[in-house]
């Protein structure tokens, strides 16, 4: 998410209200891990009023207001670099970072960290924008480089405090986007649904993968693999019913539904990967890691503490994530 930095009305509302609830845009926090640091806000946003997004396989990018195109770039970077300039307009200093607000400016404590904005998400593909990289991959999905959508109504949650804010930024010459809705494979209730199918093929060619990982690090060529399965099945279900269902039974710290029509993105992580922090001497970049695994049980933590391979693991990314 990219605050808006521009003025913002802030206003106390007594409950989310219906057009909120019901919104494809959300962040949400496992409010069954809430602390004042981590995890204490959740976000529902309101009708998106830009929709920028580029092509996966030109680059071209495209800046839309409804069915109206606005704006195009032939170079993706170009649009990020717009993007992070409209986010810049009448930046000022608050206590929660950039943003002049209006409203309820004497209240006490923290500020939604989010106020309205743009909100999407960056594809690995637009790495190689930055640098040369092969293509060994099958390059089968038709999604963007990036999507992000504006958005300049959002309801802050203060799950600490226990309030709701309306928080409201307006940008100029642009209207509400409407995203079409994502069809959906129809199934019974009680049909059965066949097991996912893996990019690996079957157990053996997985395990064969690893071991080719394992030479390859004893050989000294790498260090790390992150050797990823994409697991595909037919969708019975809405983004938004798998999302409500996935909060339910095992909501994480930082989760979010990005649901754009024809794709949508649902994150359940536990793991804070990047926060940007602005302060008067520089902006602060916050990283906390996690590696290694165990289920939940007795003793589970201090075995995984005193693990001096996920130690070690642990010890790599956050080197690699505090100096790259």
């Not at 924008?129 to 992000?148: G, H, N, Q, V, Y």
Request: glycine share 10%.
């Amino acid at each position: 998410m990219r605050d808006n930095g521009g003025v913002v009305d802030i206003q106390p509302i007594s409950e989310i209200p219906p057009a909120f609830a019901e919104t494809r845009f959300r962040l949400c926090s496992d409010v069954s891990a809430i602390d004042a640091t981590y995890g204490r806000w959740s976000y529902y946003a309101g009708p998106a009023t830009w929709h920028l997004a580029a092509d996966r396989n030109t680059g071209r990018a495209t800046l839309r207001s409804n069915d109206v195109v606005e704006r195009q770039w032939d170079d993706p970077l170009e649009a990020l670099r717009w993007m992070g300039e409209q986010s810049a307009v009448g930046s000022g200093q608050s206590d929660a970072g950039g943003g002049a607000l209006v409203g309820d400016t004497q209240r006490s404590g923290a500020w939604p960290r989010f106020r309205g904005g743009w909100l999407g998400y960056l594809s690995y593909d637009l790495g190689r924008w930055f640098e040369s990289l092969p293509r060994i991959a099958k390059d089968d999905l038709p999604t963007p480089l990036f999507a992000f959508t504006f958005h300049r109504q959002v309801v802050a949650v203060d799950h600490v405090a226990r309030q709701e804010w309306l928080c409201t930024c307006e940008p100029t010459g642009a209207r509400d986007v409407e995203f079409s809705t994502l069809g959906c494979v129809k199934a019974s209730v009680n049909s059965g649904r066949p097991m996912p199918a893996g990019n690996f093929g079957d157990r053996r060619a997985y395990e064969r993968a690893v071991a080719r990982c394992i030479e390859y690090i004893a050989a000294g060529d790498i260090f790390q693999v992150n050797l990823s399965q994409r697991f595909t099945l037919e969708m019975p279900d809405s983004p938004r019913a798998i999302w409500d269902r996935l909060q339910e039974q095992a909501g994480g710290r930082f989760g979010a539904l990005l649901d754009y029509g024809d794709h949508a993105l649902i994150s359940n992580s536990p793991e804070l990967f990047l926060r940007i922090e602005p302060g008067a001497a520089g902006r602060r970049v916050i990283t906390r890691p996690i590696k290694g695994t165990r289920p939940r049980g007795a003793g589970m933590d201090r075995i995984l503490r005193d693990s001096s391979k996920d130690q070690a693991e642990l010890n790599m990314i956050v080197d690699l994530e505090r100096n790259d």
